[in-house]
């Protein structure tokens, strides 16, 4: 049983104003103790760093530099964390309950599993529902069904970033689904599904922006299986966005 686990939580923003202090306050307001609280700041034009700044005495490191974009930043944070399991939270994301990292603890302490994921829900201002994404449990075979988890309900040992690399800069969009693919599809970590809402998002995610965006997604989708040796099924990367209609009618 590894009660003791300390888990490093990353946050990377630009100017996030509207949304960066409900971020912050479900990270430092959650009841589990042992969490490492980075966040890399782009090097924010609007008021992003001041908001951060009221909570430095709770964050334990913060960076502000300009950087390459988000998925450099997120390395960087990977890179000077010292927790055993890191999560990602977006500057537009918020964990839903303040028990969220208890519950994720808990489970890599029963059942030592390399990572952990969970449901998500996408949130207008006014908290209400617009699309539910319930994960459910793993499967291998999903992933050619055009399925992956959540990506910021994806908690995951620092042991399998340092094994198997971290994200990928060569993609604009899809490096968070060619982690999860290379993790959990080619190198077959442990993982367990918790069958509860960990994250709320706020509408509106750079990949889904647009027809336009969508496109471009969708062959970095196929770039995903490319770079990892792996072959899809023929149907898999058009299945992937039609399974978010189930979403959108799930709530």
Request: some cysteine.
């Amino acid at each position: 049983m590894e009660s003791s686990l300390k888990i490093s939580i990353i946050t990377v923003c630009f100017n996030s104003e509207a949304t960066i202090e409900e971020t912050i306050k479900s990270v430092i307001n959650q009841d589990y103790q042992n969490i490492e609280y980075i966040v890399i700041d782009g090097k924010s034009t609007d008021a992003t760093l001041s908001i951060i700044e009221k909570f430095k005495n709770k964050i334990t490191k913060i960076i502000s530099e300009k950087d390459e974009g988000l998925y450099f930043a997120i390395n960087k944070g990977i890179e000077i964390a010292s927790g055993d399991v890191i999560g990602i939270l977006h500057s537009d994301d918020f964990y839903a309950t303040k028990n969220i990292i208890s519950d994720v603890i808990n489970l890599f302490s029963k059942t030592e599993t390399d990572s952990v994921y969970g449901d998500l829900q996408y949130v207008a201002k006014n908290e209400k529902i617009i699309r539910y994404w319930k994960a459910g449990k793993y499967d291998e075979s999903l992933f050619l069904k055009g399925w992956m988890p959540p990506h910021p309900s994806f908690f995951v040992r620092k042991k399998m970033y340092l094994n198997f690399g971290l994200y990928n800069t060569n993609f604009k969009s899809a490096a968070d689904y060619e982690l999860m693919l290379r993790l959990l599809y080619k190198h077959k970590i442990l993982t367990q599904y918790l069958p509860e809402v960990l994250v709320k998002m706020r509408v509106g995610g750079q990949s889904n922006a647009s027809l336009m965006n969508r496109i471009k997604a969708n062959k970095e989708d196929r770039l995903a299986w490319k770079v990892n040796n792996l072959t899809p099924h023929l149907l898999t990367l058009w299945l992937k966005p039609f399974s978010k209609l189930k979403q959108y009618l799930a709530h």
